[in-house]
């Protein structure tokens, strides 16, 4: 039998893509990156940063190959986590594309905004994202209901914020990625009651800051186990 005889053939005309909703926190605001699409269709329209995905590969690899060349950070050093497929019939005026769409969390050091920028992506604010092409608007928003999620049953929002930081810092992560405020007292005798976090001795440069404030980190073999077996903050 001939190939195109073949009655599956018409399965196979299907194209894969994956996209990433890349969150960074700067110590103070929530982002996240979106890249400009430089050829048609939607032609200078803001997108989620992604890549087609070629027959002989896998969508972690490709995941893995944006993160090195586009963001210029290791993969394996964030949290990285597939979301789901978006797979609309029309989502793309190109053809049938089925979108493995991922996050990931980012410290955003000078480093890697200055990396991101030269590959002419920016950086949005978590809360002031504009309308974009394809379905990618529905894709933020799923990432940031899983989030939401994650941020309330695993510590992953200490893979967002610098080695030291301090409880506003802390604070200001978790109500970005929860769009609410939080208690003060209420949180900081949650977070201290996780054990989660140690005291570094240090403080914050009155040079650059208006009040001293301490300096934290968290247990990093603490944060491993709560990160696997979960954790209510009940935020």
Known sequence: MKLEENPLVEYFQVAIASSLVLFGFDGEELFILLSRKSHEPFKDAYILPGKYVKPSEGNDAVMHELLNERIGVNPDSIYLEQLKAFSKVFRNPLGRVVNIAYYALVKLTPE???HSNDFENDWIPYNKI???AFDHNDIIIYAKERLKR???RRPVGFNLLPEEFTLSQLQALYEKALNRELDKRNFRKKIFNSNLIIETGNQTDPNLYRKVSK???FDE??????T???YDFLF
């Open 112 to 114: 890697v905004k200055k």
């Open 130 to 132: 504009p309308d974009l």
């Open 150 to 152: 994650r941020v309330k």
């Open 215 to 217: 300096l934290y980190r």
């Open 221 to 226: 073999e603490k944060y491993e186990k709560m």
């Open 228 to 230: 696997l077996k979960g």
